[in-house]
């Protein structure tokens, strides 16, 4: 809280204090701002409130003094400028009932720092906000990039993109999302910046996978760069800008969330090739790994749109139990033996089937339309 005689700072809150939750609400409090967070257990809410401390999802850490929590949304919202919301991306819908009362006498802008879509609907978390809140999307903005939570959390330098339909929106959310440890860079294109936090999560999951069943470097990295071509691929087909997933939100967060034994969807994967099952692993995951709810909803929509990914088909074979993880091997995936281009899927080397046609073309609308505003 604010101290007497000191200026009042502007008041942002953050709904969720988990790991990523409350870590965001340390970047937003070390950026000069009085964050509430609501937290679902008063206990925990307490617990940061007196003793600066999350000790279940940041131990060790210690948080600013102009971070207080509570189980009251109502106090928790009240004055705030800025809302983020970090809640798991399955329940994301039932916490904005409880919250469009409140908001929807407001306009503030309201941002996800989540990064899953939703197993009912297949819709991105910010077209879950706009429909639950009824809101205008350029009130909108979303968070994504490398940003290992507890990394962040000791004050390790990273960066971050935000981003929204609005460049003012984006803009305003970035000064406020920003420290001497964090930065953060904007961009217009909400589809691909979503969609890379989602995709990178299922590709993480294949790392571990190979990573607990032993496999060794060139393995890894032949599933990190064909995954990123499938991550383009599917993102630029939903609608995405391809550059969007060269940026932080597609190659930086991919690279962090496979090589770092602190990433959840990493951790879930090491699991199954250790040859747990699907249901166990749920058990014994502490906190949610977003990329186990995302495979199905993505293959889905993967397949609406005529996307094919291997890497993600074969992870759900692994999670499905028909595949055993010591079998993976979805870089080598093939339709037939015809050599193929590196940069296309199926040997497709025309500027329509192409990844590198499609950046292409993306470029060219770049030149034409004299340059992208707020890209990262």
């Known amino acids: 809280m604010t101290r007497r005689g ?19 609400g340390k970047i937003l409090a070390d950026g000069g701002a009085q964050v509430g967070m609501w937290a679902r257990r008063r206990e925990l809410a307490d617990e940061i409130t007196r003793a600066k401390r999350n000790s279940q999802y940041l131990p060790g850490i210690n948080l600013p003094r102009t971070m207080w929590a509570s189980d009251d949304l109502h106090a928790v919202l009240d004055g705030a400028e800025l809302v983020f919301l970090s809640v798991p991306s399955q329940a994301l819908r039932h916490n904005l009932k409880g919250l469009r009362p409140i908001l929807s006498r407001t306009d503030q802008p309201v941002i996800s720092l989540m990064k899953g879509v939703e197993k009912r609907t297949n ?27 507890l990394e962040i959390a000791r004050e390790q330098p990273t960066a971050a993109v935000i981003s929204s339909t609005s460049q003012e929106t984006a803009e305003l959310v970035a000064r406020r999302a920003r420290n001497h440890y964090f930065r953060t860079f904007v961009n217009t294109d909400v589809i691909g910046t979503e969609f890379g936090g989602v995709l990178k999560n299922l ?60 990433s959840r969807n990493n951790t879930a994967g090491r699991l199954l090739g250790q040859g747990y099952s699907f249901q166990d692993v749920v ?38 139990g028909d595949l055993d993880p010591r079998q993976i091997a979805p870089h080598l995936t093939t339709d037939d033996d015809t050599p193929q281009g590196e940069r296309t899927q199926n040997g497709q080397a025309s ?18 339309s004299g340059g992208s505003a707020g890209s990262d």
């Open 283 to 320: 058990k014994q995951m502490q906190q949610t790994a977003e990329g186990l709810a995302s495979v199905t909803p993505v293959l889905t929509l993967a397949r609406e749109h005529d996307v094919q990914m291997p890497i993600v088909e074969q992870v759900k074979m692994v999670l499905d």
């Open 123 to 149: 819709l991105r978390m910010s077209e879950v906000i706009e429909q639950e809140l009824r809101c205008d999307p350029d009130r909108i903005a979303v968070a994504s990039g490398p940003n290992l939570a």
């Open 6 to 24: 000191e200026p009042e700072l502007p008041r942002v809150a953050v709904i969720g204090a988990g790991s990523w939750g409350t870590t965001f």
């Open 351 to 368: 500027r329509s089937g192409s990844v590198w046609g499609k950046i292409q073309r993306a470029l060219d609308q770049l030149r034409n």
């Open 203 to 262: 590709i993480a999951v294949a790392i571990g996978i190979v990573d607990g069943v032993g496999y060794g470097e060139n393995t890894k990295a032949s599933i990190i760069t064909r995954g990123l071509v499938e991550m383009t691929d599917f993102a630029v087909a939903m609608g995405a800008r391809a550059e969007t997933l060269q940026g932080l939100a597609g190659l930086g967060d991919l690279i962090a969330t496979c090589q770092s034994p602190l």
